[in-house]
Protein backbone atom coordinates (compact mmCIF):
# COMPACT_ATOMS: atom_id res chain seq x y z
CA UNK A 1 0.00 0.00 0.00
CA UNK A 2 2.99 2.21 0.08
CA UNK A 3 6.72 3.56 0.74
CA UNK A 4 7.74 2.98 4.55
CA UNK A 5 9.46 6.54 4.90
CA UNK A 6 10.95 5.28 8.49
CA UNK A 7 12.50 2.45 10.58
CA UNK A 8 11.99 -0.06 7.81
CA UNK A 9 14.99 -1.93 9.44
CA UNK A 10 13.14 -2.38 12.61
CA UNK A 11 10.06 -3.87 12.00
CA UNK A 12 8.42 -0.64 12.88
CA UNK A 13 6.80 1.64 10.51
CA UNK A 14 5.88 4.89 11.71
CA UNK A 15 5.47 6.74 8.68
CA UNK A 16 4.19 5.16 5.59
CA UNK A 17 3.18 6.89 2.12
CA UNK A 18 0.11 5.65 0.04
CA UNK A 19 -2.12 5.87 -2.51
CA UNK A 20 -5.69 5.49 -2.31
CA UNK A 21 -8.39 5.10 -5.26
CA UNK A 22 -12.02 4.84 -3.85
CA UNK A 23 -14.49 3.15 -6.55
CA UNK A 24 -15.87 4.84 -9.63
CA UNK A 25 -19.70 5.29 -9.45
CA UNK A 26 -21.77 3.32 -11.88
CA UNK A 27 -23.52 5.06 -15.25
CA UNK A 28 -26.97 5.66 -15.30
CA UNK A 29 -29.01 3.40 -17.99
CA UNK A 30 -30.84 4.71 -21.44
CA UNK A 31 -33.98 2.01 -21.69
CA UNK A 32 -37.39 2.10 -22.46
CA UNK A 33 -39.46 -0.15 -21.44
CA UNK A 34 -40.35 -2.94 -23.94
CA UNK A 35 -43.27 -5.32 -22.36
CA UNK A 36 -45.92 -7.00 -24.73
CA UNK A 37 -49.27 -5.00 -25.83
CA UNK A 38 -47.15 -1.83 -24.74
CA UNK A 39 -45.68 0.22 -27.95
CA UNK A 40 -44.40 2.71 -26.18
CA UNK A 41 -43.18 2.47 -23.32
CA UNK A 42 -41.40 5.61 -21.82
CA UNK A 43 -37.98 5.85 -20.11
CA UNK A 44 -36.97 3.17 -17.36
CA UNK A 45 -33.55 3.64 -17.25
CA UNK A 46 -32.17 2.85 -13.72
CA UNK A 47 -29.32 4.68 -11.95
CA UNK A 48 -25.95 3.62 -11.35
CA UNK A 49 -24.68 2.33 -7.52
CA UNK A 50 -22.24 4.79 -5.71
CA UNK A 51 -18.67 3.90 -5.62
CA UNK A 52 -17.24 2.25 -2.49
CA UNK A 53 -15.07 4.67 -0.07
CA UNK A 54 -12.19 4.22 1.84
CA UNK A 55 -12.44 4.42 5.05
CA UNK A 56 -9.44 4.56 7.62
CA UNK A 57 -10.51 3.05 11.38
CA UNK A 58 -8.28 3.53 14.43
CA UNK A 59 -7.83 0.22 16.48
CA UNK A 60 -5.99 -0.70 19.89
CA UNK A 61 -5.55 -3.92 18.66
CA UNK A 62 -3.30 -2.26 15.60
CA UNK A 63 0.50 -1.24 16.49
CA UNK A 64 1.73 -0.47 13.82
CA UNK A 65 1.56 0.64 10.05
CA UNK A 66 4.02 -2.01 8.66
CA UNK A 67 0.61 -4.14 7.00
CA UNK A 68 0.56 -1.26 4.63
CA UNK A 69 3.40 -2.26 2.91
CA UNK A 70 2.41 -5.54 1.57
CA UNK A 71 0.21 -3.60 -1.29
CA UNK A 72 1.46 -0.60 -3.36
CA UNK A 73 -2.65 1.01 -3.47
CA UNK A 74 -5.63 1.17 -1.69
CA UNK A 75 -8.59 0.78 -4.04
CA UNK A 76 -12.41 0.06 -3.26
CA UNK A 77 -15.06 -1.27 -4.88
CA UNK A 78 -16.85 0.38 -8.24
CA UNK A 79 -20.73 0.67 -8.56
CA UNK A 80 -22.56 -1.45 -10.71
CA UNK A 81 -24.07 0.33 -13.91
CA UNK A 82 -28.20 0.97 -13.92
CA UNK A 83 -30.49 -1.87 -14.95
CA UNK A 84 -33.52 -1.44 -16.84
CA UNK A 85 -37.20 -1.23 -15.27
CA UNK A 86 -35.46 1.40 -13.04
CA UNK A 87 -33.28 -0.94 -11.16
CA UNK A 88 -30.57 0.94 -9.55
CA UNK A 89 -27.18 -0.73 -9.67
CA UNK A 90 -24.89 -2.53 -7.20
CA UNK A 91 -23.37 0.10 -5.05
CA UNK A 92 -19.34 -0.69 -4.54
CA UNK A 93 -18.38 -2.47 -1.13
CA UNK A 94 -16.33 0.36 1.34
CA UNK A 95 -13.24 -1.05 1.94
CA UNK A 96 -12.44 -0.16 5.84
CA UNK A 97 -8.82 -0.36 6.79
CA UNK A 98 -7.63 -0.77 10.43
CA UNK A 99 -5.01 1.74 12.14
CA UNK A 100 -3.58 2.12 15.10
CA UNK A 101 -4.51 4.47 17.64
CA UNK A 102 -2.29 7.56 17.31
CA UNK A 103 -2.50 7.85 13.68
CA UNK A 104 -2.72 11.22 11.84
CA UNK A 105 -3.49 11.40 8.21
CA UNK A 106 -1.18 14.12 6.74
CA UNK A 107 -1.18 15.84 2.89
CA UNK A 108 2.16 16.72 1.69
CA UNK A 109 2.73 19.46 -0.71
CA UNK A 110 5.97 20.40 -2.09
CA UNK A 111 5.89 24.49 -3.26
CA UNK A 112 8.41 25.36 -6.52
CA UNK A 113 10.45 27.47 -3.53
CA UNK A 114 10.29 26.55 0.34
CA UNK A 115 9.97 23.84 2.53
CA UNK A 116 7.26 20.91 2.31
CA UNK A 117 4.24 22.26 3.61
CA UNK A 118 2.14 19.96 5.60
CA UNK A 119 -1.58 19.74 6.12
CA UNK A 120 -3.29 17.24 9.13
CA UNK A 121 -6.39 15.75 7.57
CA UNK A 122 -7.52 13.86 10.39
CA UNK A 123 -5.85 12.68 14.09
CA UNK A 124 -7.40 9.31 14.97
CA UNK A 125 -6.24 9.18 18.34
CA UNK A 126 -9.09 6.94 20.07
CA UNK A 127 -10.38 3.20 19.55
CA UNK A 128 -13.45 3.60 16.89
CA UNK A 129 -12.10 7.27 15.17
CA UNK A 130 -13.04 7.15 11.17
CA UNK A 131 -11.46 9.23 8.94
CA UNK A 132 -13.19 8.50 4.83
CA UNK A 133 -9.71 9.14 3.10
CA UNK A 134 -11.42 8.72 -0.35
CA UNK A 135 -15.06 8.80 -1.36
CA UNK A 136 -16.99 6.49 -3.55
CA UNK A 137 -18.11 8.50 -6.73
CA UNK A 138 -22.08 9.28 -6.86
CA UNK A 139 -23.95 6.76 -9.40
CA UNK A 140 -25.24 8.39 -12.80
CA UNK A 141 -28.94 8.69 -12.84
CA UNK A 142 -31.03 7.17 -15.37
CA UNK A 143 -32.76 8.26 -18.42
CA UNK A 144 -36.00 8.03 -16.03
CA UNK A 145 -35.26 10.66 -14.29
CA UNK A 146 -35.45 13.19 -16.80
CA UNK A 147 -38.73 12.62 -18.79
CA UNK A 148 -41.08 15.40 -18.75
CA UNK A 149 -44.56 16.54 -19.87
CA UNK A 150 -42.94 18.30 -22.50
CA UNK A 151 -39.86 15.51 -23.14
CA UNK A 152 -40.89 12.03 -23.27
CA UNK A 153 -38.27 10.39 -24.68
CA UNK A 154 -35.04 11.00 -23.05
CA UNK A 155 -32.18 9.46 -24.73
CA UNK A 156 -29.21 10.23 -22.39
CA UNK A 157 -28.12 9.08 -18.73
CA UNK A 158 -25.54 10.67 -16.36
CA UNK A 159 -22.59 8.74 -16.05
CA UNK A 160 -20.97 7.76 -13.35
CA UNK A 161 -18.92 10.20 -10.64
CA UNK A 162 -14.97 9.00 -10.69
CA UNK A 163 -13.94 7.81 -6.96
CA UNK A 164 -12.12 10.25 -5.06
CA UNK A 165 -8.16 9.72 -5.66
CA UNK A 166 -5.47 10.63 -3.09
CA UNK A 167 -1.73 10.41 -1.92
CA UNK A 168 -1.45 10.58 1.77
CA UNK A 169 1.42 9.84 4.68
CA UNK A 170 0.14 8.00 7.73
CA UNK A 171 1.87 9.10 10.53
CA UNK A 172 1.74 6.81 13.94
CA UNK A 173 2.06 9.05 16.98
CA UNK A 174 1.39 6.27 19.65
CA UNK A 175 -1.22 6.65 22.70
CA UNK A 176 0.31 6.19 26.05
CA UNK A 177 -1.05 7.87 28.75
CA UNK A 178 2.44 7.49 30.25
CA UNK A 179 5.87 7.93 28.55
CA UNK A 180 9.27 6.69 30.35
CA UNK A 181 12.26 8.98 28.77
CA UNK A 182 15.61 9.63 29.74
CA UNK A 183 19.60 8.86 28.71
CA UNK A 184 20.23 5.93 26.87
CA UNK A 185 20.95 2.62 29.10
CA UNK A 186 19.20 4.55 32.33
CA UNK A 187 16.84 1.48 32.75
CA UNK A 188 13.74 2.16 30.58
CA UNK A 189 13.17 -0.53 29.59
CA UNK A 190 13.62 -2.68 32.07
CA UNK A 191 11.38 -0.06 34.76
CA UNK A 192 8.63 -0.83 31.99
CA UNK A 193 8.93 -4.62 31.59
CA UNK A 194 8.86 -4.82 35.92
CA UNK A 195 5.44 -2.19 35.90
CA UNK A 196 3.99 -3.98 32.68
CA UNK A 197 3.74 -7.03 30.95
CA UNK A 198 5.81 -5.54 28.06
CA UNK A 199 9.06 -8.05 26.66
CA UNK A 200 11.41 -4.99 26.10
CA UNK A 201 14.52 -6.18 24.61
CA UNK A 202 17.23 -5.34 26.68
CA UNK A 203 21.17 -5.28 26.86
CA UNK A 204 23.96 -3.50 28.49
CA UNK A 205 24.54 -0.95 25.83
CA UNK A 206 22.81 2.20 24.76
CA UNK A 207 20.50 2.24 21.84
CA UNK A 208 19.60 -1.40 23.08
CA UNK A 209 15.73 0.12 21.91
CA UNK A 210 15.08 0.81 18.55
CA UNK A 211 11.55 1.12 18.47
CA UNK A 212 8.76 2.39 21.07
CA UNK A 213 7.95 -0.63 23.58
CA UNK A 214 4.57 -0.64 24.87
CA UNK A 215 2.92 -1.81 28.12
CA UNK A 216 0.09 -1.92 30.30
CA UNK A 217 0.30 -1.02 33.61
CA UNK A 218 -2.45 -2.43 36.60
CA UNK A 219 -1.82 -0.73 40.11
CA UNK A 220 -4.40 -0.48 42.44
CA UNK A 221 -7.03 -0.74 40.14
CA UNK A 222 -6.30 1.28 37.48
CA UNK A 223 -4.85 0.35 34.02
CA UNK A 224 -2.75 2.76 31.67
CA UNK A 225 -0.63 2.26 29.03
CA UNK A 226 3.26 3.39 29.36
CA UNK A 227 5.84 3.70 26.69
CA UNK A 228 9.17 3.53 26.63
CA UNK A 229 10.45 5.96 24.56
CA UNK A 230 14.16 5.51 22.80
CA UNK A 231 16.94 8.00 21.35
CA UNK A 232 17.06 11.26 23.76
CA UNK A 233 20.38 12.52 23.90
CA UNK A 234 21.72 15.89 23.77
CA UNK A 235 20.76 17.38 20.26
CA UNK A 236 17.82 15.00 19.93
CA UNK A 237 15.15 17.67 18.65
CA UNK A 238 17.42 18.41 15.19
CA UNK A 239 17.57 14.25 14.96
CA UNK A 240 21.01 13.24 16.79
CA UNK A 241 20.80 9.63 18.10
CA UNK A 242 17.28 8.56 17.18
CA UNK A 243 15.96 12.30 17.65
CA UNK A 244 13.24 13.58 16.26
CA UNK A 245 11.75 9.72 14.92
CA UNK A 246 11.06 8.89 18.59
CA UNK A 247 10.52 12.38 20.08
CA UNK A 248 7.29 12.75 18.37
CA UNK A 249 5.66 9.65 20.12
CA UNK A 250 6.21 11.75 23.44
CA UNK A 251 3.62 14.26 22.13
CA UNK A 252 1.08 12.17 23.05
CA UNK A 253 1.29 11.24 26.19
CA UNK A 254 0.08 12.96 29.64
CA UNK A 255 2.64 12.13 32.20
CA UNK A 256 6.28 11.81 32.02
CA UNK A 257 8.32 9.58 34.23
CA UNK A 258 12.25 10.21 34.29
CA UNK A 259 14.69 7.69 34.24
CA UNK A 260 18.02 8.92 35.43
CA UNK A 261 20.62 6.63 36.29
CA UNK A 262 21.92 6.77 39.73
CA UNK A 263 25.75 5.74 38.52
CA UNK A 264 25.94 8.09 35.86
CA UNK A 265 27.49 10.79 37.81
CA UNK A 266 25.72 14.26 36.97
CA UNK A 267 22.99 13.22 36.97
CA UNK A 268 20.98 17.40 37.78
CA UNK A 269 22.80 17.75 34.36
CA UNK A 270 21.47 14.45 32.54
CA UNK A 271 17.87 15.86 33.88
CA UNK A 272 18.78 19.53 32.97
CA UNK A 273 20.01 18.00 29.40
CA UNK A 274 16.98 15.98 28.73
CA UNK A 275 14.53 18.56 29.57
CA UNK A 276 16.48 21.43 27.21
CA UNK A 277 15.45 18.70 24.29
CA UNK A 278 11.67 18.86 25.28
CA UNK A 279 11.53 22.61 25.35
CA UNK A 280 12.79 22.89 22.02
CA UNK A 281 10.81 20.00 20.29
CA UNK A 282 7.62 21.40 21.91
CA UNK A 283 7.14 23.55 24.66
CA UNK A 284 3.91 22.71 25.26
CA UNK A 285 5.43 19.06 26.26
CA UNK A 286 8.23 20.26 27.96
CA UNK A 287 5.14 21.55 30.77
CA UNK A 288 3.75 18.39 31.23
CA UNK A 289 3.53 16.46 34.57
CA UNK A 290 7.03 14.77 35.30
CA UNK A 291 8.12 12.03 38.17
CA UNK A 292 11.41 11.56 38.29
CA UNK A 293 12.63 7.88 39.00
CA UNK A 294 16.29 7.80 40.12
CA UNK A 295 17.65 4.15 39.06
CA UNK A 296 19.96 1.74 39.56
CA UNK A 297 20.30 2.71 43.32
CA UNK A 298 21.12 -0.81 44.42
CA UNK A 299 24.20 -0.06 42.75
CA UNK A 300 25.13 3.10 45.48
CA UNK A 301 27.24 3.18 48.39
CA UNK A 302 25.70 4.47 51.98
CA UNK A 303 27.05 7.95 51.49
CA UNK A 304 26.39 8.48 47.71
CA UNK A 305 22.61 7.22 49.12
CA UNK A 306 22.41 10.01 51.56
CA UNK A 307 24.19 12.39 48.72
CA UNK A 308 21.45 11.24 46.61
CA UNK A 309 18.32 12.48 49.33
CA UNK A 310 19.54 15.90 48.86
CA UNK A 311 18.87 16.48 45.23
CA UNK A 312 16.05 18.43 43.91
CA UNK A 313 14.58 18.52 40.77
CA UNK A 314 12.27 21.36 40.91
CA UNK A 315 8.47 20.65 42.40
CA UNK A 316 8.38 17.36 40.80
CA UNK A 317 8.27 14.15 42.87
CA UNK A 318 10.93 11.97 43.24
CA UNK A 319 11.72 8.45 43.91
CA UNK A 320 14.76 6.41 44.21
CA UNK A 321 14.20 2.82 42.66
CA UNK A 322 16.07 0.08 41.34
CA UNK A 323 14.38 -1.49 38.55
CA UNK A 324 16.17 -5.09 38.60
CA UNK A 325 15.55 -5.44 42.64
CA UNK A 326 11.69 -3.38 42.36
CA UNK A 327 12.67 -1.24 45.07
CA UNK A 328 11.21 1.66 45.08
CA UNK A 329 8.30 0.76 43.01
CA UNK A 330 5.60 1.05 44.54
CA UNK A 331 5.97 4.67 46.05
CA UNK A 332 7.01 5.82 42.29
CA UNK A 333 3.25 4.56 41.03
CA UNK A 334 1.67 6.17 43.74
CA UNK A 335 2.88 9.55 42.54
CA UNK A 336 2.40 8.53 38.36
CA UNK A 337 -1.38 8.30 39.31
CA UNK A 338 -1.55 11.07 41.44
CA UNK A 339 -0.38 12.71 38.51
CA UNK A 340 -2.48 11.29 36.16
CA UNK A 341 -5.22 12.31 38.21
CA UNK A 342 -4.35 15.89 37.72
CA UNK A 343 -4.39 16.17 33.89
CA UNK A 344 -7.88 17.27 32.25
CA UNK A 345 -10.29 14.66 30.65
CA UNK A 346 -10.46 14.71 27.38
CA UNK A 347 -13.87 14.82 25.60
CA UNK A 348 -15.86 11.39 25.15
CA UNK A 349 -17.36 12.26 21.68
CA UNK A 350 -15.52 9.89 19.04
CA UNK A 351 -14.75 12.26 16.17
CA UNK A 352 -15.50 10.91 12.65
CA UNK A 353 -13.56 12.68 9.84
CA UNK A 354 -14.77 13.22 6.59
CA UNK A 355 -13.88 16.02 3.89
CA UNK A 356 -16.85 18.20 2.64
CA UNK A 357 -19.19 16.56 0.42
CA UNK A 358 -21.48 19.47 -0.38
CA UNK A 359 -20.07 21.15 -4.16
CA UNK A 360 -19.77 24.89 -3.66
CA UNK A 361 -22.72 26.82 -5.64
CA UNK A 362 -19.96 29.74 -6.16
CA UNK A 363 -17.92 30.10 -9.25
CA UNK A 364 -15.56 31.77 -11.36
CA UNK A 365 -14.94 32.93 -14.98
CA UNK A 366 -11.96 34.46 -16.27
CA UNK A 367 -9.87 34.62 -19.31
CA UNK A 368 -7.70 31.62 -19.99
CA UNK A 369 -3.81 32.28 -21.34
CA UNK A 370 -3.74 31.70 -24.79
CA UNK A 371 -7.35 32.20 -25.94
CA UNK A 372 -10.68 31.13 -24.28
CA UNK A 373 -12.50 31.19 -21.34
CA UNK A 374 -12.45 29.26 -18.00
CA UNK A 375 -15.20 28.72 -15.50
CA UNK A 376 -14.44 26.91 -12.05
CA UNK A 377 -16.21 26.03 -9.17
CA UNK A 378 -17.17 22.55 -7.46
CA UNK A 379 -20.77 21.99 -8.47
CA UNK A 380 -20.24 23.01 -12.24
CA UNK A 381 -16.65 20.88 -12.38
CA UNK A 382 -18.70 18.06 -10.83
CA UNK A 383 -21.45 18.72 -13.24
CA UNK A 384 -19.28 18.02 -16.25
CA UNK A 385 -17.83 14.95 -15.09
CA UNK A 386 -21.37 13.29 -14.89
CA UNK A 387 -22.30 14.52 -18.83
CA UNK A 388 -22.13 12.54 -21.78
CA UNK A 389 -20.60 15.15 -24.02
CA UNK A 390 -21.34 13.24 -26.63
CA UNK A 391 -24.84 12.75 -26.40
CA UNK A 392 -26.26 16.05 -27.63
CA UNK A 393 -29.33 15.82 -25.54
CA UNK A 394 -27.17 15.47 -22.25
CA UNK A 395 -25.11 18.39 -23.60
CA UNK A 396 -28.88 20.67 -24.42
CA UNK A 397 -29.63 19.59 -20.68
CA UNK A 398 -25.87 21.35 -19.01
CA UNK A 399 -26.04 24.30 -21.10
CA UNK A 400 -29.22 24.94 -19.78
CA UNK A 401 -28.18 24.50 -16.77
CA UNK A 402 -25.29 26.53 -16.98
CA UNK A 403 -28.07 29.51 -18.05
CA UNK A 404 -29.95 28.98 -15.14
CA UNK A 405 -27.04 29.40 -12.72
CA UNK A 406 -26.36 32.51 -14.91
CA UNK A 407 -22.99 31.09 -16.10
CA UNK A 408 -23.66 31.79 -19.67
CA UNK A 409 -24.61 35.69 -18.49
CA UNK A 410 -21.32 36.05 -16.94
CA UNK A 411 -19.18 34.86 -19.62
CA UNK A 412 -21.24 36.92 -22.06
CA UNK A 413 -20.62 40.11 -20.00
CA UNK A 414 -16.99 39.50 -20.35
CA UNK A 415 -16.60 39.34 -24.10
CA UNK A 416 -17.51 35.42 -24.68
CA UNK A 417 -18.78 34.98 -28.26
CA UNK A 418 -21.28 31.81 -29.82
CA UNK A 419 -18.40 28.97 -30.56
CA UNK A 420 -15.49 29.95 -27.72
CA UNK A 421 -13.91 27.40 -25.90
CA UNK A 422 -14.67 27.46 -22.16
CA UNK A 423 -12.40 24.75 -20.17
CA UNK A 424 -14.28 23.86 -16.89
CA UNK A 425 -12.31 21.72 -14.61
CA UNK A 426 -10.64 18.86 -17.01
CA UNK A 427 -13.41 19.73 -20.23
CA UNK A 428 -13.66 21.89 -22.73
CA UNK A 429 -16.86 22.85 -24.13
CA UNK A 430 -17.92 25.47 -26.92
CA UNK A 431 -20.09 28.81 -25.67
CA UNK A 432 -23.26 28.35 -26.74
CA UNK A 433 -26.32 31.11 -26.03
CA UNK A 434 -29.71 29.08 -25.18
Given at each position: ?G??????????????K????????????????????????????????????????A???????I?F???????A????????Q?????????????V?V??????????????????V?????RSG??????????????????????????????????????????????????????L?????S???????K?Q???????????????????????????????G?????????????D????????????????????D???????????????????????Q????N??D????K??????????????V??????????L??????????L??????????????????????????????????V?GD????M????????????????????R??????L?KI???????????????E????
Amino acid sequence: MGEMIRNSSTGFADEVKIHAKAGNGGDGLVSFRRERYISKGGPDGGDGGHGGSIILLADHNETSLISFLRDKNLRAENGIGGGPQKKAGKAGKDLTIKVPVGTQVVVVSTPKRGKPVELVLADLDRSGGQFVLAKGGSGGLGNSHFARASFQTPKFAELGEPGEEREVVLRLKMIAEVGIIGLPNAGKSTLLSVISKAQPKIADYAFTTLVPNLGIVDFKGKRFMAADIPGLIEGAHLGKGLGIDFLKHIERTKVIIHVLDATHGDIKKDFKDINVELKKYNQALAAEPQVIAINKTDMLTHKSLVELRKLKFGSYPVQRISAITHLGLEPLLYDVLNALRSVPKASAAIPTYTIADIPNERYEVGKRRGGGWVVKGDKIERMLIKTDLRNEQALGRLYKILKRMGVQAELKKIGAKEGDSVKIGRFTIEYRIV
